[in-house]
């Protein structure tokens, strides 16, 4: 039976949750393989909106497992909070799997994440972190000094290495950064043992399970966080997050084997958003921005805004070359619907010559114009309920998409609601096969 991972092709944002959604309803695990709670992630059902940071979406099914694979970034105490919550939801909690080999957000993690903010300060090349403690949790990840759910369940060696990165991190809170919020370690190692024991009947060997169940023909969806422009490789970089949400880090990220994902779905809203800093090559400002957030409902919790460009063909090809995608699914359609016209970038001019491909450097890529193509608007879709019920302009706009990108559509989101989701194609056999 097939798995299928679920990839965010811009800058985050795009409505993954929702397809995963889709797709979970037939599946009988959902995988998360990177990221931490920096991630955020909701489904209004029914009226009310669930809201996930690092848990997997999918069990808003009572039969899917949520698994948290090795390449996540464990907050202890923020994820107790966030599996509570979503037991008082009404939630199958009791379905969650937490890898044994994920690494754990420390106290420490979450000082250094504010004091390495606030020493790049207002610098515009500041490649501001979440402040939640994940950027650092990953860096000493890729360091060795990291410490991984596995140490929590002994106790002697937890409480070793804990000392061991107490001392240090402390001499870099105060010598490198000037921080005077030192952390204590008899504190660290009495809270995390407390978490370990209310954590321990969610641990597991995830790889191992995630092996056993695609051996059985079980149906497994990889739920993607962030986006293929936020890769460390493959990104904006340096304004990118700190683990691999393209395809490679679905399988480095959740221990499966590269055949062992056999489908590949990328998400695109129907123009482009991004939150902090970073190159946007098609970013609009003034009325039309200020139209198209309003519509699309672009903001954060915290009530600041997204930045807001036309749809950008280009990273989306980027996107669909790196992550090799069999399909789309195109979200945000009916946010467009009062615009008399929409623009397409089918490419970048960068002094005076036309680019094909993303560049790079951050820096080029900054100073790249978008050059564009400009589609007639199409009204109200919400009432459809079809590909062919979709008004011939909508259709027109899906068709060039592909016609750009070489990658079929198979999913249109024309509304809010969970039923808002048209499908065809290999989407429409995963659902109905």
Known sequence: MPSIAVIGTQWGDEGK???????????????????????????????????FSSVPCGILHPHVLGIMGNGTAINPPELLAELESLREDGLAVENVRISSRAHLVMPYHLILDELMDDAWGDDENNPAGSRRGVRPCYMDKIARVGIRVCDLLDPEGFARKVRANVTLKNRTISRVYGGIHQVDADQIIKDYLGYADRLKPYIADTGYLLYQMLSEGKRIVF????????????????????????????????????????????????????????????????RTADDLRAQGNEYEASGSYRR???????????????????????????ALRDFREVKLCVGYRYENEILNVVPPSSDVLAQCEPVYETMPGWGQIDGCNSFEELPERARNFISRIEELTGVPVMVVEVGMGRNKLLVRGAVKDWIHG
């Open 17 to 51: 949750a929702k397809i995963v959604d889709l797709l979970a309803q037939r599946a009988d695990a959902v995988v998360r393989s990177s990221g931490g709670n920096n991630a955020g992630h909701s489904v209004i059902v029914a009226g009310t909106k669930y809201r």
């Open 223 to 286: 739920e993607g966080a962030q986006a293929t422009m936020l890769d460390p490789d493959f990104g904006t970089y340096p304004y990118v997050t700190s683990s691999h949400p393209s395809i490679g880090g679905f399988f480095t990220g959740s221990g499966v084997g590269n055949r062992q994902i056999t489908h590949t779905l990328g998400v695109v809203k129907a123009y482009t958003t991004r939150t902090g800093r970073g190159p946007l090559p098609t970013e609009v400002f003034g």
């Open 308 to 334: 807001i460009g036309w749809f950008d063909a280009m990273a989306l090809r980027y996107a669909a070359r790196v992550n090799g995608l069999e399909g789309l699914a195109l979200t945000k359609m009916n």
